[in-house]
């Protein structure tokens, strides 16, 4: 059963009554059998695993995907326990499975996925026993295809176990409320206006694109230079071209239209 929580930081609070919500959510997500996930985007992860286990524990996260992790090849590890921050002691036995780049490849990119102890009674299949192999010529600028084989009968049939343990009923969807995606349509439609109108508006995005595997703080004035090779070439083309002066921020939780210039 997966739920959604939300609060905000009450910046005039103390620290006690941040340790108080905490405790209640803790206490809210045992009790309703919550699945906690996140997805983390991260520069390097190399020899600081326990570190990542560390911040999950206190974030409460079961499963966590890690994106830019840089380790090359592919396979498992089952992250130690230890000793963390003041008296705070790690459980050990959580599971690592990680796939980044050929070893002939510089280590650019690479993903990986976190899941606790706890969540690990699916049979995993041992990836020492796969059989990868890439799809065409190598080169810098094109990356090929994966094809996985896997060698063992018993890797099969776990494979197919697991099929079966998965709960069909859970479904992961983006974190709006049906007004809240009116709104964010309204919002759209009004800027589309603005855009048409001709005046000289201002674009401004904030996050990760994945089509190009970097990071990005972009100001999207009269021309998107470097980013016209993303995926997002032809949807922003078009805002750019309208020369548009207005930006979507998120205040208080609720997205609005403002001016560039405030």
């Not at 709104?183 to 190009?212: C, M, P, Q, W």
Request: charged share 30%.
């Amino acid at each position: 059963m997966i739920k959604e929580y939300h609060w905000e930081n009450n910046k005039k609070g103390t620290d006690r009554t941040s340790n108080k919500v905490k405790e209640v959510l803790r206490k809210t997500i045992r009790k309703d059998n919550i699945l906690k996930i996140g997805i983390w985007n991260v520069r390097s992860l190399t020899g600081k695993e326990n570190e990542l286990v560390e911040e999950l524990e206190r974030g409460y996260i079961d499963i966590l995907g890690i994106t830019e992790r840089k380790r090359k090849g592919i396979g498992e590890l089952t992250l130690p326990g230890g000793k963390g921050i003041g008296e705070l002691t790690l459980p050990g036995g959580h599971l690592l499975i990680y796939s980044a780049v050929e070893k002939e490849r510089r280590a650019t990119e690479g993903v990986a996925c976190y899941i606790k102890k706890e969540h690990t009674k699916y049979n995993t299949v041992n990836v020492t026993n796969l059989q990868l192999t890439r799809l065409g010529k190598f080169t810098h600028e094109k990356k090929r295809p994966i094809k996985v084989t896997l060698v063992s009968k018993a890797d099969v049939l776990k494979t197919l176990k697991n099929k079966k343990k998965t709960d069909s009923t859970i479904k992961i969807q983006a974190d709006l409320t049906l007004m809240q995606r009116q709104y964010l349509v309204e919002l759209r439609s009004k800027l589309s206006d603005l855009n048409k109108s001709g005046a000289n508006k201002t674009i401004r995005l904030l996050g990760t694109f994945t089509a190009k595997q970097r990071q990005y703080l972009v100001e999207l004035r009269s021309k998107l230079s470097d980013l016209n090779k993303s995926g997002l070439r032809s949807k922003l083309s078009d805002l750019n071209k309208s020369g548009a002066n207005k930006t979507i921020r998120y205040i208080h939780g609720k997205p609005q239209i403002i001016d560039a210039k405030n």
